[in-house]
């Protein structure tokens, strides 16, 4: 089966730029999840779909960042503008439930200078 | 908010050596996972434990689960440069079906 796709791969930007995310989970998986790794530390969960519904956004910074699934499928995450501390990667994954195992994307490496 | 340590944060050792990594909360966790990261990669699941005292074999590496549930270990046979990664554990708590993950071993095997 075709993996979590991501896209793209890395993105550079400067501060107070908009900047977008796009992942494509794994056909049939239901739940939706975006997660923030920095350097060297584990994920931490930005945001959790399950189909279009947003069930979990309590770490979002909702200031600057948005995340929409329309449609149950594919997502993308955004964030205006951008920061400094932003720099970090951008990981999607899907699970067929919620408490599935987690299927990841290879991210998206951001850079704001 | 739950916080899952690990421990050591880095660890580099040579090829042949055995070595344990840890996973600690305060926090009963209904489940517990290990993943395996590499460079420019996603975390790949390796196993789910979800009995107290569970433990669970896969090839050379060895994964407990804490009586308790609270706490886990990753025990690795005769390490391969191969298993080079960021070895990172992550909790489920009851219905809140919310994984935590925890701060991550980075671990070196060299030649």
């Known amino acids: 089966e075709a993996g979590v796709v991501q896209s793209p791969r890395y993105k550079i930007i400067e501060k107070k730029q908009p900047v977008a995310f796009w992942c494509n989970p794994i056909?049939?998986?239901?739940?939706l999840y975006w997660y923030l790794q920095n350097l060297g530390q584990g994920p931490e969960l930005l945001i959790r779909?399950?189909?279009?519904?947003?069930?979990?956004d309590s770490q979002l910074p909702k200031d600057r960042f948005s995340a929409e699934r329309l449609k149950g499928v594919d997502s993308t995450l955004k964030i205006q503008p951008a920061e400094l501390g932003d720099s970090a990667v951008y990981l999607c994954?899907?699970?067929?439930?919620?408490?599935?195992?987690?299927?990841f994307g290879n991210g998206t490496r951001l850079t704001v200078t | 908010t739950q916080l899952l340590e690990q421990s050591p944060q880095f660890l580099s050792i040579q090829e042949g050596e055995n070595l344990t990594v840890y996973c600690n909360s305060s926090?009963?966790?209904?489940?517990l996972q290990w993943y395996r990261q590499e460079p420019g990669e996603g975390p790949v699941l390796l196993v789910t434990?979800?009995?107290?005292?569970e433990v669970k074999k896969l090839k050379r590496l060895t994964f407990q689960f804490g009586d308790a549930r609270k706490d886990s270990s990753l025990h690795i046979t005769a390490a391969q440069p191969g298993d080079t990664g960021l070895y990172l554990c992550?909790?489920?708590?009851?219905?809140?079906?919310?994984?935590?993950f925890g701060t991550g071993t980075r671990l070196q095997v060299t030649l």
């Open positions: 994954a899907s699970s067929l439930g919620a408490d599935s195992p987690l299927h």
């Open positions: 779909y399950e189909n279009e519904e947003a069930v979990d």
């Open positions: 056909s049939g998986h239901n739940t």
């Open positions: 926090s009963v966790f209904s489940s």
């Open positions: 434990v979800v009995t107290g005292g």
């Open positions: 992550a909790g489920r708590t009851g219905t809140a079906s919310k994984l935590t």
